[in-house]
């Protein structure tokens, strides 16, 4: 009798799930395997490839900024005033004598009348003072040449009776009388002509002082007027009004500016350099200036430690010899390292560290990492920090 056997076909079963099972592993080891060789892809026509270049690198930097006047003046209030009017506005073309603004100032027209006054009241004085002391000059000339007549009579009557005495008509006494009253009169003459010069001299110097006290307000007087003319402020020099700083109305102290005029000719372009560009700059550099309507050569002439658009410049900080070069790459600044990718000609890209040292507006300079020659990636390649090889398409 037949007796069926049992427990062959399950270990077949067994065997073939094993081999399917040992087979898969080797598949999906063999799949890992593969995948993490693999290199990933880039289009090259995505990428921007720059090549190391050896010769000699113009080191420029870049800014912008305004053109400013350097040839300008304010038109100031002379004294403290209104704004009555406005007579120019801002761009207006104007002469040194083209009047800017009116003020008002009731108490500068008050106290040009008051010194008006004053200077006619001095005038007046002197021409009285004048009369007086010639009055007394007259008087005290008068007494000198009255004096001086009867000094005359009185020798002639000395002299006369001189000879009488000698003759015996009269006597010796009264002869000496004649003479003695003679030489009196000399005397009284020489003192009334020594009064009559200081009486000369104080006259003089009473009228000078009258006199400088009448050009002294008439200096006055002049300041006066200047300052009322003054309220018609004008520009003062030739040029461009660049800005007028009052209204129609407003109250403004001395001194205080009213406009401002500035020469359209002489003009300074003033930059903003980003300050991790402004470590090489120096006096003197050479310089070129878009003005949009043209460009203009100049020289470095001021750097202000704290640096608004309207004019573009280029400022050419050296001229380097033989160096290794490249167009300045989306990641890396000057006087740094960055890793880029460099081609190896098979197809690939392998991340390499490069070492840069000073900057151009679009080259840099390499300082190791690469050769003359070599390709690498400029673009901005942060999307694969994670892969140190590509594979360019």
């Known amino acids: 009798m037949d007796v069926p056997r049992t427990g062959a076909r399950p270990r077949t079963r067994r065997v073939v799930l094993l081999a399917i099972a040992v087979a898969g592993l080797t598949v999906i080891t063999a799949g890992m395997r593969w995948l993490k060789d693999r290199v990933p892809s880039v289009p090259r026509a995505q990428l921007w490839i720059g090549t190391v ?18 040839d300008f003046r304010w038109a100031s209030a002379p004294v403290s005033a209104r704004i009555d009017k406005v ?7 104007v002469e040194p004598a083209t009047v800017l603004i009116e003020l008002i100032n009731p108490d500068a027209e008050l106290a040009a009348l008051e010194a008006d006054r004053e200077v006619a009241a001095a005038e007046s004085e002197l021409a009285r003072l004048g009369a007086q002391l010639d009055g007394t000059r007259l008087a005290q000339e008068s007494v000198v040449a009255s004096l001086g007549a009867d000094v005359v009579m009185a020798k002639r009557r000395s002299t006369i009776d001189a000879a009488m005495a000698h003759k015996g008509v009269i006597s010796d006494l009264e002869s000496l009388e004649s003479t003695d009253r003679a ?3 000399v005397g009284r003459v020489e003192f009334e002509r020594k009064r009559l010069a200081a009486l000369r ?14 050009e002294r307000l008439r200096a006055l007087a002049e300041l006066r007027h200047r300052q009322l003319d003054a309220l018609h402020v004008r520009a003062g ?21 009213l406009a401002r005029i500035v020469v359209p000719d002489h003009l300074q372009a003033r930059l ?7 470590e090489d700059l120096a006096l003197g550099l050479s310089a070129t200036i878009d003005t949009r309507s043209g460009v203009v050569a100049g020289e470095v002439v001021r750097i202000d430690p704290a640096a608004q658009n309207g004019v573009e410049g280029v400022i050419q900080l050296a001229r380097t010899g033989d160096v290794l070069h490249i167009a300045r790459p989306a990641i890396g600044e000057a006087h740094q390292t960055a890793a880029l990718f460099k081609l190896d000609g098979a197809g690939e890209a392998r991340r390499v560290a490069v070492r840069f040292g000073r900057a151009a507006l679009k080259d840099i300079e390499i300082t190791g990492g690469l050769s003359a020659g070599d390709q690498v990636v400029l673009s901005d390649m942060s999307k694969w920090d994670g892969n140190d090889r590509l594979g360019i398409e």
Do not use: F, K, W
């Open 87 to 93: 007579l120019v506005q801002a761009g207006a073309q």
């Open 201 to 214: 001299r104080g006259n003089a110097a009473q009228l000078d002082a009258q006199r400088a006290q009448v």
């Open 183 to 185: 030489g009196q009169l």
């Open 272 to 278: 903003r350099i980003p300050e991790s560009s402004t």
């Open 237 to 257: 020099q030739a040029g461009v009004v660049q800005q007028v700083a009052v209204e129609i109305g407003q109250s403004v102290v001395a001194g205080a500016p």
């Open 53 to 70: 270049q050896r010769g000699p690198l113009t080191l420029e930097i870049r800014g912008q900024g305004t053109l400013v006047p350097t």
